[in-house]
């Protein structure tokens, strides 16, 4: 079936750096979505990127879908506290009958101020 | 708009005991996906229901159950509780497939001992 690994499991930040996290797929996808899940808290929507090489930005994060539609990246300029969680990707599959979803493990992001 | 609810949201279950989770999602979202997250596992798939029918099932064995009602609420059961189900479980609605995204509830973290 459909894996989505994500790398680094964990990363630590002064504030002020950036900081990038990787999702790759084993199968091309329909989609990608990314979802931050703060400490204690559930996990949140932030996106989801469709089109081959698409790049969105919200404020300082950017936001990018590979060409081959098999792997996204997350990049955070200037890191902030606020910005500290778990940051997940989550693979979109439209080739059965049914869309189905697949998480990465996600990556943990601390800041330090 | 109220967001995803989840009840109730902390369980202490004994091994062997039953459990039933409840969820009711975002008015007019149709679609109800369940979660079971663990910190070495991440957020793993346990099944969706759209319309009362379930679309999509993940990997867990039959101990693990749900069903949706006709007001699209949704509840899933845990069945001869083992040790290794303590986990958040975590709630996801959407209006379709998800493929515009999931809003998650907060949880119920249920701790068997």
């Known amino acids: 079936g459909q894996q989505v690994m994500q790398i680094p499991q964990y990363q630590h930040v002064q504030e002020g750096e950036d900081f990038t996290t990787y999702c790759n797929s084993s199968t091309t996808l329909s989609n990608i979505q990314w979802y931050k899940q703060r400490p204690g808290g559930h996990p949140v929507f932030l996106i989801q990127l469709v089109k081959s090489g698409e790049v969105k930005k919200q404020k300082r994060l950017t936001f990018q879908f590979g060409e081959a539609k098999k792997n996204s990246s997350l990049h955070i300029t200037a890191t902030q506290t606020t910005d500290v969680g778990t940051y997940f990707c989550a693979g979109g599959d439209s080739g059965g009958s049914n869309y189905k979803l697949t998480f990465g493990k996600g990556t943990l992001l601390t800041v330090n101020p | 708009k109220a967001g995803v609810t989840q009840t109730p949201r902390y369980l202490i279950k004994t091994r062997g005991q039953q459990v039933t989770l409840s969820c009711s999602p975002i008015?007019?979202?149709?679609?109800v996906s369940w979660y079971q997250q663990t910190p070495g596992q991440g957020l793993q798939f346990l099944f969706e229901y759209f319309s009362e029918t379930q679309r999509n099932k993940g990997n867990f064995p039959g101990r693990f159950s749900g069903r949706q009602f006709s007001n699209s609420r949704s509840e899933m059961n845990v069945s001869t509780l083992e040790l290794g189900d303590s986990a958040l479980y975590l709630c996801a609605s959407s209006l379709g497939q998800g493929e515009d995204g999931y809003t998650f509830g907060s949880g119920t973290r249920l701790t068997v001992v």
């Open positions: 008015s007019g979202h149709r679609s």
